[in-house]
């Protein structure tokens, strides 16, 4: 499991085209990818389970916490994405909600992503 930053503070500033926003750039993919938004209620959980792809989980409100194949939860919160791989077998959990981005594929580039220091 790695945890990345996407907050607008580690974000560029675009200016191009007569432009003026803050993008964080989050992944590239050359397969298909499967990109859907997910809503857990205060309680909610994402059950233990393996991924059948590799997932990219971004955090775009609210927080929560997640485990890989340890037993330790690693709390998250808004502006952070979590990755895990192939075949990783992966949970999620909320005490008080969490809203999230779940982008699915073969393949996920998080090379422009910055690595959340523990």
Request: proline letters at 1%; charged letters at 20%.
């Amino acid at each position: 499991m790695e945890i990345y930053k996407f907050r607008k503070d580690v974000g560029h500033n675009i200016t191009n085209y007569n432009s003026n926003f803050i993008m964080s750039h989050i992944t590239q993919t050359q397969n298909p990818a499967h990109i859907a938004c997910m809503y857990l209620e205060m309680g909610g959980i994402i059950g233990y389970h393996q991924a059948v792809v590799s997932q990219l989980l971004l955090i775009v409100s609210g927080e929560g916490f997640v485990r890989g194949e340890g037993n330790e939860l690693v709390k998250v919160h808004s502006g952070e994405a979590v990755l895990w791989k192939k075949d990783e077998w992966h949970e999620t959990k909320t005490h008080k909600g969490l809203t999230a981005i779940v982008i699915e594929s073969e393949e996920l580039d998080t090379s422009s992503l910055i690595a959340v220091s523990k």
